[in-house]
């Protein structure tokens, strides 16, 4: 299928089948970092791996399992040893080997009890996520919802600060709000600092807030959704429990 900013309903449709390969593959690494004794990061990205294509998908761009420090770092893949008290980041963007569209979602959790102050991060994230969906519709000013969530957050207490190597921050939130999706993983519209986008009807994009400190670990939520006529519709099925 051609490549379109503006999707059909046909487009979708295989975009939403990827997403629920990726939700499938997410399922299966839960399962294992619960019932593992010893779960680490390359044990969860082979069952990713092994899920994924099984279903018709590959990961051309690979995936995130990171957990504890290392997911204070929005790109690390993740290696080691996944510890019980720490955040783990779950970042899955498949591509169907056959429509060629990719699919685009984040979980983030915790393997036993999370310290307060993880759970107070988690739980501004899930905020932030649900304040910019609700502002996704036809005419939405991009920049409107990346300053709605950051604000969003310092109100919450969760400063940004530093200066970064791959994003303009070090710490707090600091990358963009969320990017389109179709067949590349990044598309317009752009959900950021520095754009003049503004949403269409038939844009599938991805919201995904998230907050970063190096001694405390990454959280981040990803959802993937459809702007309609009238609003938004959301892709993205898999449930947003913190603590397994």
Avoid: W
């Avoid at 779960?39 to 690979?62: F, K, M, N, V, W």
């Avoid at 993983?185 to 949403?199: M, N, Q, V, W, Y």
């Amino acid at each position: 299928m051609e490549s379109t900013r503006i999707k059909t309903p046909e487009q979708v449709a295989e975009i939403e089948k990827v997403q629920r390969a990726g939700e499938a593959a997410l399922a299966a690494v839960i399962e294992y970092l619960r019932s593992s004794d010893a779960p680490t990061s390359e044990g969860a990205h082979a069952i990713l791996d092994t899920r994924l294509t099984e279903a018709g998908c590959e990961s051309p761009e690979g995936h995130i399992v990171a957990g504890g420090m290392q997911g204070a770092e929005p790109h690390e893949a993740g290696t080691g040893q996944l510890t019980k008290g720490e955040s783990i980041v779950i970042d899955i963007y498949p591509r169907s080997k056959t429509s060629r569209y990719f699919a685009d979602m984040t979980r983030t959790v915790c393997i036993g009890t999370p310290s307060p102050e993880l759970q107070k991060m988690y739980d501004a994230v899930l905020g932030a996520q649900e304040l910019a969906i609700s502002m996704v519709k036809p005419g939405a000013r991009c920049k409107d919802i990346q300053d709605a969530t950051e604000k969003f957050f310092i109100e919450k207490g969760f400063e940004t600060s530093g200066k970064g190597k791959e994003f303009a921050y070090a710490e707090g939130f600091v990358h963009g709000v969320g990017h389109g999706v179709g067949l590349n993983i990044h598309e317009a519209p752009s959900i950021g600092r520095k754009t003049e986008d503004i949403l269409m009807e038939g844009d599938v994009i991805t919201i995904e807030p998230g907050l970063y400190y190096k001694n405390i670990g990454g959280v981040r939520i990803e959802d993937m959704v459809l702007v309609t006529k009238d609003g938004y519709r959301n892709l993205t099925k898999a449930a947003k429990n913190f603590v397994l």
